[in-house]
């Protein structure tokens, strides 16, 4: 396990006039320029490789926050690294579902076969190893991510692969399609700066849309009368056909035919 023990500062920080221009840009977007932190943030750790006191300072000053403001944030949600983050951060999910299908074996064995503790990083700095906590995609369980990349129906043996592909520098792509690159790079994308492959690979695969593809065999509609809620928040009535409300049919979304559908299909209506 490498030493992951930084102090507080360094006295070193990478944040110069490029990122600071790139803040107040991310600033702009927003009516509220404070409600640029949260990808600010990321763009810190996307230059910085964590959440340096100085990151959090120049936060501070482009938004007219107090460090201490700034800080309650980055201290708050643990997608902010206050210790280095190796090229990739992987993540096993040990949640409930997740746990029972695999999860927890799977966590067992990384920590084994890369000799780290939980939120280490392995001796190379290559490999940051962290539990998830239910990624929402309980339909692929157990699921693992890289970078934020998901990585279905996994197992000890395709987990312990996939960490050796990242390590030796194989070229490794998520099953949903997005080639994985640097934790770094993929901050940036995070905080609002597009790598311009956010469309690559499918976005739904047999097992999210096993009910809509039981709504439109058994002919389920939504109840008469229903309502369904516009953006906007107003009550608006349902007005969706059918086909539309089932939305694209498992076999038009590309690259999971191989998946398996976790639904009983024998279940009969009533
Ligand atoms: S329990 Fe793992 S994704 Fe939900």
Redesign the pocket.
């Known amino acids: 396990m490498a030493d992951t023990t930084v102090p507080y500062s360094t006295g070193e920080t990478k944040i110069g006039d490029t990122t600071i221009a790139e803040m107040r840009e991310l600033a702009a977007r927003y009516p509220v320029g404070r409600s640029a932190l949260l990808p600010m943030l990321h763009l810190v750790q996307s230059v910085e490789g964590r959440i340096t006191p100085e990151g959090i300072e120049a936060c501070a000053h482009v938004l007219g926050l107090t460090g201490a403001e700034v800080s309650a944030v980055a201290t708050f949600y643990t997608m902010y690294k206050r210790r280095p983050v190796g090229d990739y951060h992987v993540g096993v999910?040990?949640?409930?579902?997740?746990?029972v299908?695999g999860?927890d074996l799977i966590f067992e064995r990384l920590k084994q076969h890369l000799d780290v503790g939980n939120d280490e990083t392995t001796e190379d700095g290559k490999i940051t190893l962290e539990h998830?906590?239910?990624?929402?995609?309980?339909d692929?369980?157990?699921?693992m991510m890289v970078n934020w990349e998901f990585f279905d129906d996994m197992t000890p043996e395709s987990a312990t692969q996939l960490v050796d592909d990242l390590r030796e520098g194989t070229e490794v792509k998520s099953p949903r399609g997005a080639t994985i690159c640097t934790w770094k790079e993929a901050e940036r994308v995070l905080a609002g700066f597009p790598d311009g492959r956010a469309d690559e690979g499918p976005t739904g695969g047999k097992a999210t849309l096993a009910g809509l593809r039981l709504a439109r065999e058994r002919n389920w509609t939504a109840p008469e009368g229903s309502h369904s809620r516009s953006s906007n928040g107003r009550a608006a009535e349902a007005s969706v056909s059918p086909e539309a409300a089932a939305g694209p049919r498992p076999e038009d979304q590309p690259g999971k035919e191989s998946q398996a559908v976790h639904t009983d299909d024998s279940r009969k209506e009533d």
């Open positions: 999910c040990t949640n409930t579902l997740c746990a299908m999860g998830l906590e239910c990624n929402a995609a309980c692929y369980a157990p699921v």
